[in-house]
């Protein structure tokens, strides 16, 4: 095939990025929120995750688990609003919503 050389593997440093997304999401959530809004236990998971982070290599990281990963964080979003209020929705970051 002439463009097999533009056919490659998904960066491995892309799944990593979105494993150090979702726990930087849930971190700054819990704070913005204060403490005791998100489970101690669920944090202290996430923040395990951050830490052991440094010592993953990119190619052990997995679709499958980054997904996962994913659906948690989201699931816990939902949950967050749900309890929170649509109203009451906190804003992440200082930025414009896209």
């Known amino acids: ?21 979702c726990v930087d999401t849930i971190l700054e959530l819990d704070q913005r929120l204060g403490d005791g809004k998100i489970k101690p236990e669920i944090v202290e998971q996430f ?16 679709e499958k688990d980054i997904n ?3 659906e948690a964080t989201n699931h816990l979003l939902q949950e967050v609003r749900r ?6 929705v906190i804003s992440l970051h200082e930025g414009m919503a896209h």
Do not use: A
């Not at 923040?47 to 997995?62: E, G, I, N, P, Y």
């Open 68 to 70: 996962r990963i994913e």
């Open 47 to 62: 923040k395990r995750l951050r830490d052991s982070l440094q010592f993953v290599t990119d190619d052990s990281v997995d």
């Open 1 to 21: 095939m002439i463009f097999k050389r533009f056919l490659h593997k998904p960066d491995r440093k892309h799944f990593r990025l979105r494993v150090e997304s």
């Open 83 to 88: 309890i929170v209020g649509e109203s009451n």
